[in-house]
T-cell receptor, first 109, second 120 residues
Framework: GQNIDQPTEMTATEGAIVQINCTYQ??????LFWYQQHAGEAPTFLSYNVLDGLEEKGRFSSFLSRSKGYSYLLLKELQMKDSASYLCAGLDSNYQLIWGAGTKLIIKP | ETGVTQTPRHLVMGMTNKKSLKCEQHLGHNAMYWYKQSAKKPLELMFVYSLEERVENNSVPSRFSPECPNSSHLFLHLHTLQPEDSALYLCASSQVLGLAGEGGGANVLTFGAGSRLTVL
């Protein structure tokens, strides 16, 4: 079956770095997405990886290893506004998104 | 308005009521989606429309009935729901269905803020 695994909750300190991991098993693979969702708000697109390696966008970076079925989202210089849920989703061979349950990130001062 | 707008934001209904959720997008997208989001569970895809035609129904109970009158509007009609249907219902849109391109391309979803449904 198809599956996305990510930790349920993580806690980090303001100004620090945090890495949110995601492992995936999909039927075929057409890329991996990360979305951010603040409480009570819409999920918003953060990143997309389809090739191995690291993609950097400001304080946020996303990494993909297709051979390991593994991705991570790296958040640097954490700010209080980064407290949110982070959703990992894989795109299978039918271009269907397979979602993880999300990782709730709590930032402490 | 821009983006994806959902109304109402909150809805409380009894099991015998009939209500509808509305979604509107002004992005010129051709694909629209209904998702169900329950606490600590992955997003569940309910319905997909591409160019106003339904292309996917993931075994959703008939008490949920979608309607897509045009490429900008999507409705979810609710009838005789159960308490376990209480959840956040998210609408989303994408440029087209079934293509991947640079930066995620056409598969990048733009979500609405959701309609929080409580069934008593």
């Amino acid at each position: 079956g198809q599956n996305i695994d990510q930790p349920t909750e993580m806690t980090a300190t303001e100004g620090a770095i945090v890495q949110i991991n995601c492992t995936y098993q999909t039927s075929g693979f057409n890329g991996l997405f990360w979305y951010q969702q603040h409480a009570g708000e819409a999920p918003t697109f953060l990143s997309y990886n389809v090739l191995d390696g690291l993609e950097e966008k400001g304080r946020f970076s996303s990494f993909l290893s297709r051979s390991k079925g593994y991705s991570y989202l790296l958040l640097k210089e954490l700010q209080m506004k980064d407290s949110a849920s982070y959703l990992c989703a894989g795109l299978d061979s039918n271009y269907q998104l397979i979602w993880g349950a999300g990782t709730k990130l709590i930032i402490k001062p | 308005e821009t983006g994806v707008t959902q109304t109402p934001r909150h809805l409380v209904m009894g099991m015998t009521n009939k209500k509808s959720l509305k979604c509107e997008q002004h992005l010129g997208h051709n694909a629209m989606y209904w998702y169900k989001q329950s606490a600590k569970k992955p997003l569940e895809l309910m319905f997909v429309y591409s160019l106003e035609e339904r292309v996917e129904n993931n075994s959703v109970p008939s008490r949920f009935s979608p309607e897509c009158p045009n490429s900008s509007h999507l409705f979810l009609h609710l009838h005789t729901l159960q308490p376990e249907d209480s959840a956040l219902y998210l609408c989303a849109s994408s440029q087209v269905l079934g293509l991947a391109g640079e930066g995620g391309g056409a598969n990048v979803l733009t979500f609405g803020a959701g309609s929080r449904l409580t069934v008593l």
